[in-house]
């Protein structure tokens, strides 16, 4: 069974996954199995009352519930209200941009020979992009996300 974490308990592991160094109030939402592994999570931070950056991770070879995915989407947009959440993804990373676009995210911007992985793909989403909190096949789930 899989189940959600919005502790701050998996900070240091996500951290450490996704090489980030997040400022005291950053928040984090992990999904995790029965025995308390991680198999995935978002890292918020930067947050200014309009816009959030997130940097997701989901561990290679597994897939988070979708109660995870709708509570990812729901705590930036209706519980901190934001407008746009702001992504940052590596220009090689096929696969976490594919996924990024498929829940509505857009390239808004990139930089050109960023790093040795190549360019930084800038994205962002807003509330109305969202394919998660907007669309019906997903609306139970967000429903008791919501409500949570």
């Known amino acids: 069974m899989k189940y959600v974490d919005c502790t701050t308990l998996y900070m240091p592991f996500l951290c450490k996954m996704l090489g980030a160094y997040p400022t005291i109030y950053a928040q984090c939402v992990t999904c995790v199995d029965d025995k308390g592994k991680p198999l995935a999570g978002v890292l918020y931070d930067a947050y200014n009352g309009k816009s959030i950056n997130a940097h997701i991770w989901v561990e290679v070879g597994e897939t988070p519930s979708r109660e995870w995915y709708a ?39 990139r930089i050109l020979d960023y790093s040795d992985n190549g360019d930084l793909v ?3 989403m807003t509330k109305d992009q969202c394919r998660v909190l907007n669309s019906p096949r997903w609306a139970k789930i967000t429903q008791r996300v919501e409500a949570a």
Do not use: C, M, S, W
Not at 90 to 101: F, P, Q, S, Y
């Open 122 to 124: 800038l994205l962002t």
């Open 71 to 109: 509570a990812i989407f729901d705590y930036p947009f209706n519980k901190l209200g934001v407008h746009k959440i702001l992504g940052q993804v590596a220009g090689n990373n096929e696969e976490a941009l594919r996924l990024d676009k498929h829940f509505g995210f857009v390239e808004e911007a």
